[in-house]
């Protein structure tokens, strides 16, 4: 069985925390990694990154792993074959159950709170600068891409083709972005508001 010695000399580098050796590797395999990936991820742009990002993560916590028997590349498209199968796991969960932000009682609530008419009241007014407070913190910690596109969709009621449009990717991929984005959004909001999100049956019974 081959061994491949200028990888197994790159591989001892990386694991003495060598700088240089760190550079190389990321900008050896990220580009060809991130192929491999994405013919197996069609049309999805960001799903292609976050697994390339992971599987060159894990593949640097593991590194001590590799004995040269394959090619350095070789073992890193079996990280990240692994990382896609979890992937599209990951997905087909959310496609067949998926939780959206704005069907919580508490982020429908403060969506809505937005388009409440200026004469609403002082407390509805206070009530409206908070959610409004709240949901801009939340999309300002999420990825850019994340935010515009939340943004767009719930705040500007854009349609998912005139987001689409504005990413420069397909429909499908704009969708799956969404669907990330309002998970991020989501546990981001929870955050935000305190272990009572979610509870809204809890927290009425606390105030009775």
Same mark, same amino acid.
């Given at each position: ?5 200028? +990888? ?17 590797? /990321? ?16 049309? +999805? ?22 004995? *040269? ?29 998926? &939780?959206?932000? @704005?069907?919580?009682? =508490?982020?429908?609530?403060?969506? $809505?709170? #937005? ?5 609403? *009241? ?7 600068? @908070? ?16 935010? +515009?596109? #939340?943004?767009?969709?719930?705040? $500007? %009621?854009?349609? &998912? ?10 429909? =499908?991929?704009?969708?799956? #972005? ?6 991020? /959004?989501?546990?981001?909001?929870? $955050? #935000?508001? *305190?272990?009572?999100? %979610?509870? *809204? ?8």
């Amino acid at each position: 069985m081959p061994v491949h010695l200028e +990888d197994r000399q790159l591989a001892k580098r990386l694991r003495r925390g060598d700088t240089r050796a760190f550079d190389r590797f /990321f900008h050896d395999y990220f580009a060809r990694l991130y192929r491999f990936a994405h013919a197996r991820l069609p049309d +999805d742009h960001d799903a292609t990154a976050e697994v390339v990002q992971a599987s060159l993560t894990k593949a640097m916590r593991h590194i001590r792993k590799y004995r *040269g028997e394959a090619a350095l590349f070789t073992w890193l498209c079996s990280i990240c074959r692994n990382e896609i199968a979890d992937w599209h796991r990951r997905h087909a969960r959310y496609r067949n159950h998926v &939780v959206l932000s @704005e069907d919580h009682p =508490e982020v429908r609530a403060a969506v $809505e709170s #937005l388009h409440a008419p200026d004469d609403a *009241g002082p407390q509805r007014t206070q009530q409206r600068t @908070e959610a409004a407070r709240l949901i801009q913190v939340a999309l300002d910690r999420l990825p850019p891409r994340y935010g +515009d596109a #939340l943004e767009w969709k719930y705040i $500007e %009621g854009r349609s &998912v083709k005139e987001i689409a449009g504005r990413l420069a990717i397909s429909a =499908e991929a704009t969708q799956s #972005l969404l669907a990330r984005a309002r998970r991020a /959004f989501q546990d981001i909001y929870a $955050e #935000l508001v *305190g272990p009572a999100f %979610g509870t *809204g049956d809890t927290t009425k019974q606390a105030h009775s």
